[in-house]
Every structure is written in C-alpha cells, then in structure tokens.
C-alpha cells in the first residue's frame, strides 16, 4: 500500500474517536489517542448511516450493511483525478446529510483528509470555505485541517484547484 499519510506536522493525536460538526456530519480518524497517551484504534460498527473513508484499515470497519466510499487520498498535493473524487465524495456527504442519515467522514487522525471533505460539504450546505475551516477547528481540533495546501483548495474553491492541477499534468 502506498503512504497516504504525512507525518512531518508534530500534531497531537485527536482525544476523540470521532466528533459532530454539525447535526449529523461527524468526522473522525481510524485512531485517536486515549487520557493515558495511547494510540488506539477505532472501529466503526453501525453508528452511521453512511461511512466516508479517505485511509482505510482491515478490521476497523463499517460493518457490512452500512454504506461505505472509499477513496484513499494523500495528506499532501493532490491529483486533478484525486480532487474529483474529494468532490464526489463532499457532494455524497452533503446529500446524505440534508437527507438526514447520520454521516461518519474519516481518515486516519480525523484532522486533514476527511477535514477537506467534511469542508466541502459543509460549502455544499451553504458554509463559507473560510467559516467551515473555523468550524472544524472549532469542533474536531485546532490541528484539524492544519494541511495549509488543503486550506488553499477550499479558500480557491476546488472546482478551480481542479482546473489548475489539471493543467499541470
């Protein structure tokens, strides 16, 4: 498997599995570091009604029955190809949530992958890019989206991000 996650950024790990944004969009990771300062994994069973990986692991679920999208981004510069699949995923979130399922968006901390798509889908919803970055710091961490890259797709908006990492492939 290739490395997805970026490690140079000396952030603590998150003291929750998972936490709400807003009413029924909750973002979190596939680990979190419990009281005692121990990495411990999270599993998901069947607490969401939709499941959005951006890092997945064997064993930390959802369990089969709970709908799952998988698309395994880098915490780093993305592809045109992998800013369409953040899209398609932050369009799926956003539905999901103005239909009322509970959603579940993740990737191995909770800070920077599933932040760009809980953001987008926030955006989706109405949010300014700026406020829904301050949202998720607000809710999940203050080192939640702390991928200055990624906080640039969102302020330019990722349909232009797209069209600019386009043109240099």
């Not at 005692?36 to 998901?44: H, I, S, T």
């Not at 992958?113 to 607000?138: D, F, K, N, P, Y």
Request: contains cysteine; proline residues 7%.
């Amino acid at each position: 498997m290739k490395k997805t996650r970026q490690r140079d950024r000396d952030a603590p790990g998150p003291q929750t599995p998972w936490d709400e944004i807003v009413p029924g969009l909750w973002m979190g990771g596939h680990y979190w570091t419990d009281p005692a300062g121990e990495l411990q994994p999270v599993v998901v069973s069947s607490e969401f009604d939709l499941v959005v990986s951006l890092f997945t692991r064997s064993g930390h679920g959802p369990q089969p029955g709970v709908e799952h999208l998988v698309a395994e981004i880098p915490d780093g510069p993305l592809t045109a190809q992998q800013i369409d699949a953040v899209q398609q995923l932050a369009h799926a979130t956003a539905h999901a949530v103005a239909a009322g399922r509970t959603t579940l968006v993740r990737c191995h901390c909770g800070y920077n992958r599933s932040g760009l798509v809980v953001a987008q889908a926030l955006v989706h919803l109405g949010h300014e890019a700026t406020a829904a970055i301050r949202l998720i710091q607000h809710k999940r961490s203050p080192w939640a989206l702390n991928n200055q890259t990624f906080q640039d797709y969102l302020t330019t908006g990722l349909d232009v991000a797209y069209l600019l990492t386009g043109l240099q492939g």
